[in-house]
């Protein structure tokens, strides 16, 4: 295999990995380059390992730990004193670790800024919301489309207005950004908008957005239930 062969598979190989899968044509070419044999093997390597992550949405027991940790310190917060007396963090603790898809879930609100904690409960269901001061920071410049479809990717809902409402009877959040809000899909395909709130002078608003805009100021809030273990 020439130098320049060698270079042009390494850079479709690359091509595949940010696609995490060989298509037809790439397919082609490295059989081309490589032969159908060694392309085989290429495949079966480039593609079993995306499978298997989309199979396993689980933490490993480390990252578990961590993210329990850092949940309970939030619990512990001199503000949540009343949720302490509806609320037995072992029970929360108990039913997180009984729902590994559930805690994956929150490390992905975690990891893009989200800052989710326990806020109470709502029948056999814990509730876990987004506590961050702003809108998420990891899930900012998105229009509402794109917002919901990025809570659903992350397998989770959006926070809804009266749930906004209520957040920011406990703080002044959103006060330098907006957050789209869970907005009815039928209105949203009548209108062409959706909800969103934020903290201003005159106090809170929840608004509709009928232009649909994204900006760097405009992330969303989730919403995420936890059956009781």
Do not use: C
Not at 64 to 73: C, E
Not at 137 to 144: H, M, P, Q, W
């Amino acid at each position: 295999m020439s130098d320049k062969s060698q270079e042009l598979a390494i850079s479709l190989l690359e091509e595949a990995k940010e696609k995490g899968t060989l298509d037809p044509a790439i397919k082609s070419r490295l059989a081309k380059l490589i032969g159908a044999e060694i392309r085989s093997k290429v495949e079966e390597t480039l593609e079993a390992p995306v499978a298997a992550e989309e199979e396993k949405r689980e933490l490993t027991p480390k990252q578990a730990d961590r993210l329990v940790s850092t949940l309970k310190s939030r619990f512990e917060l001199p503000d949540n004193e009343k949720l302490r007396k509806a609320l037995d963090w072992t029970d929360v603790e108990k039913s997180l670790r009984a729902a590994p898809e559930k805690l994956y879930v929150l490390q992905k609100l975690e990891e893009t800024g989200g800052e989710p904690q326990v806020i109470g409960i709502d029948g056999d269901e814990f509730v876990f919301e987004d506590r961050s001061a702003e809108s998420p920071s990891g899930r900012r410049d998105l229009n509402a489309n794109q917002a919901a479809a990025q809570a659903e990717e992350f397998g989770v809902g959006m926070q809804s207005p009266d749930a906004y409402k209520a957040m920011q009877k406990t703080g002044k959040y959103d006060l330098k950004s907006w957050s789209w809000l869970k907005t009815d899909l039928e209105k949203r395909k009548r209108t062409g908008g959706a909800f969103y709130g934020y903290r201003a002078v005159g106090g809170v608003r929840v608004s509709e957005d009928v232009a649909n805009h994204s900006g760097p100021y405009r992330g969303w809030r989730a919403s995420l239930r936890v059956k009781k273990a």
